[in-house]
C-alpha cells in the first residue's frame, strides 16, 4: 500500500469533493505521506507531511517543516510548522513522498508513524463546559455601572467572604448589603444578622485604612475576622 500511496497519479484536480474525506479516499490513506498541495484563493503551494485529515472539522493539518536530513530518521524527530487548511480551499493535491508507517497497516491514521491519538470528544465537550462556567462565573464577579472604587471594595471583600453583585448593590453572606456610595453608613442588613454585619463592617473599614496607608494597599485581602458563637449554640 505505500507503494501505491508513493505513485505520483494520485493526484485531485479542480477542488475537493465530499469523497476526498471518507477512509477510501486518496486524502485519508496519505494521511503520513508527503504531499503538494495547492490552496484557494491565491493558489498558494505547500509542501509537507500529511498530520491529519479529520470530517468532523472538515479540514487538514499538514507540516511544512523540511524533512530530517537523514533519510532513515523517524518522523517523531521531525519540526513542527504545522498549518490548518479546510477542505473548501483545496484546490488540488498530489501524493509526493510516502510515509513512516508500522508494519502490516492498513491506509489512515492506525499505522502512521509516529501514531496519532483519537481526540476524546466527550473530554473536549467538559473541559469547554467547564471554561464556559469559569467564565460566567467571573462575569458575574464584574458589577454593571458601577465606579473602579465600588468594584476595589466588591474584590477586596470577595477574598475573603461570599459576595456577589445585586445590580448596583454588593451582598455580602447572602445577608449584608453595601449601597451606593458603598460607606460604613450605607451598610444594611436584617435584624437577626447583626453578628454578620458587624464582620462585614470590619472588612469595610480595612479596605479603607488600607486605601489610606501610604502607596494605598486595597489590593491586599484583609485578614478574616473569625464569628464567635453565639451563645446557646
Not at 497519479?9 to 494521511?31: F, H, I, P, Q
Not at 513512516?100 to 491519538?117: L, M, W
Not at 486605601?211 to 451563645?231: D, L, Q, S, W, Y
Request: proline content about 9%.
Amino acid at each position: 500500500m505505500a507503494g501505491k500511496i508513493a505513485t505520483p497519479n494520485l493526484k485531485v484536480t479542480g477542488g475537493v469533493s465530499k469523497d476526498v474525506v471518507d477512509a477510501d479516499s486518496n486524502l485519508y490513506k496519505a494521511v503520513g505521506s508527503r504531499i503538494k498541495i495547492t490552496c484557494a484563493p491565491n493558489n498558494n503551494v505547500l509542501e509537507g507531511t500529511l498530520f491529519t485529515a479529520c470530517n468532523l472539522t472538515n479540514a487538514i493539518a499538514i507540516n511544512t517543516a523540511p524533512a530530517p536530513p537523514n533519510p532513515s530518521a523517524p518522523l517523531s524527530s521531525q519540526p513542527g510548522d504545522f498549518h490548518i487548511i479546510p477542505f473548501a480551499h483545496i484546490v488540488s493535491f498530489e501524493i509526493v513522498g510516502s510515509g513512516e508507517r508500522a508494519p502490516q497497516s492498513t491506509p489512515g491514521f492506525d499505522g502512521v508513524q509516529p501514531s496519532i491519538s483519537k481526540v476524546d470528544i466527550a473530554a473536549l465537550h467538559a473541559r469547554e463546559e467547564a471554561t464556559i462556567r469559569e467564565m460566567k462565573k467571573k462575569d458575574a464577579q464584574k458589577g454593571r455601572g458601577v465606579s473602579k472604587e465600588a468594584q476595589d471594595m466588591f474584590d477586596f471583600i470577595s477574598r475573603t467572604l461570599p459576595t456577589r453583585w445585586a445590580d448596583a448593590q454588593i451582598v455580602v453572606n447572602d445577608a449584608v448589603l453595601i449601597q451606593p456610595p458603598y460607606t460604613l453608613d450605607s451598610i444594611r442588613a436584617p435584624a437577626d444578622k447583626t453578628q454578620s454585619e458587624a464582620h462585614v463592617r470590619k472588612v469595610v473599614e480595612a479596605y479603607y485604612q488600607r486605601k489610606k496607608a501610604p502607596g494605598g494597599g486595597a489590593g491586599r485581602a484583609p485578614v478574616a475576622m473569625p464569628i464567635a458563637p453565639r451563645k446557646g449554640g
